[in-house]
């Protein structure tokens, strides 16, 4: 038994020995190893936590993101997300997120020099990046360089030298977009269009994209400014799957570029980044607003889901999807309407008045109106899980920052509860199949 203070603890009596035990409770968590002590006997492991999903384990502590989820808060290093999409840019929350403070005119000034120096890839980037099919999903080819950067960067396997870090975090952001936009033009078969490092970040990222026989591309500033302004809400999320997935293959102490690769393939995943790819399909399947009541009835009766809505953390409006219903305006003004807006804006209409939804806190999440303002931009579905990586990378360094420096961390290696046969007597196939 553990001696601990009666008023932070919990006092737990295991039935099956009568046996009474203190665990001491810190923020608001009991440390899982504590429970290892309840045992039936010494022949027996100690009692542990079956959680699939992670639904009720805080892995690590963190100061990047605070959610409250029944509240629809979000913050960056403590600054609400409705301030920094409005007045910051994403190279600058991508500084807070990384080094935990805003910066300084000179550190800011720094910071951008730095990230578009890096801009531009080795050239056998280049050439293996043209060696994928030519209808190779962008996410697969971005998830695949990322990971490949680690051979080009072989000093990155250094990850507890802090200056090196810093290295490859800026190394990392910067190149992102290079990826990104390689992969769509190739999927296009047009060729990859260099970094202008004249540019801003995201005017750069697009110039990339689809600049052509002009000699230089400009995009209209407020198109900038939304895709800007979707990079910053996408830019942390706390301990969300993809950055589980960064936190837990990072534990291992690899490179930082095979450990973010890993982020892009949980976000690839129709849960998790791939949903707003999913939310412009139902609202195409779905068609005009007549049909959105069967539609809804269908996802009543279990047979599909509402994707776009429903969130693990928020059980409230996720702020993200109203700063998007916003940029979705600020965009339409430049491109003009998407007829699914009106889908969408009824849906939501509805949903929000339904019990089904309102009994299960299913609320609009950050993906229910992105993937319309991709659109509008022409973005095939395919790129916008990319967009979405783009957007993360900086919050994956900064978690992943956190993890290798924090003693408390240990490789990621959950527990099981064996379901299988045991001692089976093995017979050779010559015998078995004769
Ligand atoms: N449509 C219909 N019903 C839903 C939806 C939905 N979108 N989401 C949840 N539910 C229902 C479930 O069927 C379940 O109902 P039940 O209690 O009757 O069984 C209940 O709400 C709870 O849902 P869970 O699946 O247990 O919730 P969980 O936290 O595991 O899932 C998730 C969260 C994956 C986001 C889910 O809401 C979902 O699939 N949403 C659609 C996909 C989506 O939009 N994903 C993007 C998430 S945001 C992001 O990754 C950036």
Not at 40 to 59: C, H, I, K, M, R
Not at 165 to 191: C, D, E, N, Y
Not at 394 to 416: F, H, M, N, T, Y
Request: a negative charge.
């Amino acid at each position: 038994m553990t001696d601990v203070a009666a008023k932070d603890s919990l006092t737990v009596t295991d039935n099956r020995t009568g046996q009474t035990y203190d665990i001491a409770i810190t923020d608001n968590t009991i440390a899982a190893k504590d429970l290892g002590q309840i045992r039936l006997d010494d022949e027996q492991p100690g009692l542990a936590t079956y959680d699939p999903g992670f639904v009720n384990t805080a892995s690590c502590r963190s100061s990047v993101t605070y959610i409250d989820g029944d509240k629809g808060i979000l913050e960056y290093r403590g600054y609400p997300i409705e301030q920094l999409a409005e007045k910051s840019n994403f190279l600058e929350v991508a500084y807070l997120l990384i080094h935990g403070e805003l910066p300084t005119k000179e550190q800011y000034d720094a910071w951008v020099h730095e990230i578009t120096y890096h801009t531009f890839v080795h050239e056998n980037v280049k050439t293996f990046m043209q060696g994928f099919r030519y209808d190779a999903h962008p996410m697969g080819m971005l998830m695949a360089s990322v990971g490949a950067l680690s051979t080009f960067y072989p000093d990155a396997r250094n990850i507890s030298d802090a200056d090196n870090r810093h290295m490859q975090i800026v190394r990392m952001i910067a190149k992102m977009p290079t990826l990104g936009a390689w992969s769509f033009r190739h999927a296009q078969g047009k060729p990859y269009v260099y970094p202008d490092n004249d540019l801003g970040y995201t005017a750069n990222f697009l110039s990339m994209l689809f600049k052509m026989s002009e000699s230089k591309f400009e995009a209209d500033e407020r198109l900038v400014k939304a895709l800007d302004v979707l990079f910053i809400l996408h830019a942390d999320h706390e301990q969300n799957c993809s950055t589980n997935a960064v936190r837990s293959v990072g534990s291992s102490q690899v490179d930082p570029y095979s450990a973010v690769s890993a982020g892009v393939g949980a976000l690839y995943g129709p849960l998790h980044g791939g949903a707003n790819e999913a939310v412009l399909r139902m609202l195409k399947r779905i068609g005009s607003k007549e049909n959105i009541p069967a539609f809804i009835d269908g996802v009543k009766d279990g047979n599909e889901r509402l994707m776009g809505f429903g969130h693990r953390v928020y059980k409230n409006y996720d702020p993200r999807a109203k700063i998007i219903k916003k940029s979705a305006e600020d965009v339409f003004e430049v491109t003009g309407t998407n007829p699914l807006l009106d889908i969408a804006l009824e849906l939501e209409k509805i949903a929000l008045e339904d019990e089904y939804f309102v009994k299960r806190k299913l609320y609009p999440n950050v993906d229910f109106y992105s993937g319309l303002i991709y659109e509008a931009f022409q973005f095939p579905p395919e790129m916008f899980t990319v967009l979405f990586a783009i957007g993360r990378t900086p919050g994956w360094l900064a978690q992943w920052s956190e993890l290798v420096q924090d003693k408390d961390q240990k490789i990621a290696r959950p527990k099981q509860i064996y379901t299988g046969d045991r001692e089976l007597t093995f017979t050779a196939a010559s015998e078995r199949w004769s």
